[in-house]
């Protein structure tokens, strides 16, 4: 699986430990995430697709994310 989690956490300008703070799991945890060797729960990725809505786009519900935006599951992963 691939993640669009650093590309936007560093649009934001955070740290993996501050994005990891947010949702409630370690930095290691985010840099499993960005490197493509851990894949979330369900609710961990809702979390953090909630994180860069509410960041990004501070309410407008028009732009928001949704899950597949920011995981993308390759074409072989089936």
Do not use: H
Request: aromatic content about 16%; hydrophobic content about 35%.
């Amino acid at each position: 699986m691939r993640t669009m989690i650093k590309y936007l956490r560093q649009e934001l300008k955070m740290s993996q430990k501050e994005l990891g703070d947010k949702v409630g799991v370690t930095r290691q945890t985010i840099n499993a995430l960005e490197n493509g060797r851990y894949n979330p729960s369900l609710f961990l990725a809702y979390e953090i697709t909630q994180v860069f809505n509410k960041m990004l786009f501070k309410g407008d519900r028009q732009q928001y994310f949704v899950m597949e935006d920011i995981f993308i599951f390759d074409d072989d992963y089936y």
